[in-house]
C-alpha cells in the first residue's frame, strides 16, 4: 500500500503541496485531478521520486521511500510514466523491453538481441495490444502506440513476465515484489477511443493486484475508469471519494468540474 502522509513541498517559500494525505492499496485504480496549478505534479513528482518532500512522509509496502531516488524506488516495485512517452526511439518496440530486461538482470548488454529476453518481452508486448509491432522502429510509432510501449516499460521495471526471463546459466529472478504504477498524464495527446482503450487496459493491471496512481486532465479518463478521485485545490487535497462522490461535490464542482459537469456523459460506455 502507498501511504502519502502531511505530504508538504515549499518552492521559493511559497507552499505547492499543502499537508496532502492519502492511501493507495494494491489493486486500486486512483485519479489525482484537479485545476492547473493545484499542486498535482508537484505531488506526483515527490512520490515518485523527481522532488524532495518539504515534509511529511511517503510509504511504499510499510517502508518510507521519500529519501531514496527513482532508481531505488523502481528496485522496489515502484515504477512511472511520463506525460510524453519516453522510448528508445533508436531501437525497435521489442528491443526496447529487452533492453530493460538484461538491464534489470544484470545481464551483458550484447544479450539484447539475444533469446534470453524475446519470451518474456513478447509476453509483455502481448499483454499491452503491440505484438504486431514488435519489430517497428519506436521511432516511428504512431503516439498512441508509444503510450502503450512505455507502459510495458515501466511494468518491466515492475517484474512483468519475469517468468518467462532466465540468465545463461537457468537461473529465474527472484519473486515478484510490491508493485506501485505512477502514470503522469496517460490520456494526454491520445484520441478518445484511444485513451479509453489505454486506460482499460491501466483497469486490467489493476484488476491483477498492481496499486496504480495517476494523473489526469481528461474526465473521460477519469469518471468510469478510477475507484477513487483525490482533488487537489491549491496545493491542498480538497476532497477524496468514488467518482460519483466526486462529481457531488459542491466544492469540486464549483472551483473546478463545473456545476454543468456531468459524469455520466464524461464515463466510458463500455466501463
Keep these: 500500500m502507498l501511504q502519502v502522509r502531511h505530504l508538504v513541498k515549499y518552492f521559493s517559500g511559497v507552499k505547492a503541496v499543502d499537508g496532502v494525505s492519502f492511501e493507495v492499496r494494491a489493486g486500486e485504480c486512483v485519479a489525482l485531478i484537479g485545476p492547473n496549478g493545484a499542486g ?5 513528482a515527490c512520490i515518485a521520486g523527481q522532488q524532495r518532500p518539504s515534509g511529511g512522509e511517503i510509504l511504499w509496502a510499510g517502508q518510507r521511500i521519500d529519501a531514496l531516488a527513482p532508481a531505488r524506488r523502481l528496485a522496489r516495485g515502484v515504477a512511472r510514466t511520463f506525460q510524453v512517452a519516453q522510448t528508445f526511439d533508436a531501437l525497435t518496440v521489442l528491443q526496447n523491453l529487452q533492453l530493460l530486461m538484461t538491464a534489470r538482470h544484470g545481464l551483458p548488454a550484447w544479450n539484447v ?5 524475446v519470451a518474456a518481452a513478447t509476453q509483455l508486448l502481448a ?23 512505455e507502459l510495458a516499460m515501466a511494468l518491466v521495471g515492475l517484474g512483468e513476465g519475469e517468468g518467462a526471463l532466465a540468465d545463461p546459466q537457468g537461473r529465474l529472478p527472484s519473486p515478484v515484489r510490491p508493485r506501485l504504477l505512477l502514470l503522469d498524464e496517460p490520456g494526454a495527446g491520445l484520441a478518445e477511443t484511444e485513451r479509453l482503450e489505454l486506460m482499460q487496459l491501466v483497469k486490467s493491471l489493476a ?20 475507484d477513487r478521485v483525490l482533488v487537489l485545490i491549491e496545493g491542498r487535497l480538497a476532497a477524496q471519494g468514488t467518482p460519483d462522490e466526486i462529481a457531488r461535490h459542491p ?3 464549483s472551483r473546478y468540474l463545473g456545476h454543468s459537469f456531468d459524469a455520466t456523459r464524461r464515463a466510458p460506455s463500455h466501463a
Design 251 to 253: 466544492e469540486v464542482r
Design 207 to 226: 484488476r491483477d493486484g498492481v496499486a496504480v496512481l495517476y494523473t489526469e486532465h481528461n474526465m473521460d479518463a477519469v469518471f468510469g475508469v478510477a
Design 127 to 149: 499483454r499491452v495490444g503491440l505484438q504486431h509491432l514488435a519489430h517497428a522502429d519506436a521511432l516511428g510509432l504512431p503516439y498512441g502506440a508509444k503510450k502503450r510501449l
Design 40 to 44: 498535482k505534479s508537484t505531488c506526483f
Design 113 to 117: 538481441l539475444d533469446r534470453v529476453s
